[in-house]
């Protein structure tokens, strides 16, 4: 899986999201998801162990990471720019 095919996963989810102290979370019953767990619930991650540390690290408004994934994180999931 590429970033872009993450992304576009990404767009499907309810628009339901919010920052917890500049983190993107979704509201679940077992708790809050990050993207990443929203999108791969359940399933086998077929993503590089680079894209996943720049997808948690830009979910969670880590140092260093990369705004541009950011931006494209903060838009499929329905909220304002970043």
């Not at 990404?10 to 102290?21: A, H, I, N």
């Amino acid at each position: 899986m590429t970033i872009d095919e993450f992304i576009e996963r990404l767009e499907k989810t309810p628009r339901d999201w919010y920052l917890v102290g500049g983190m993107i979370r979704r509201k679940r019953p077992a708790g809050c998801q990050c993207p990443w767990s929203e999108v791969f619930h359940g399933k086998e991650s077929t993503l590089d162990d680079r894209l996943k540390a720049a997808i948690w690290s830009a979910a969670d408004n880590r140092p260093g990471h990369n705004d541009a994934l950011r931006d494209r994180m903060f838009s499929a999931c329905g909220l304002a720019a970043n």
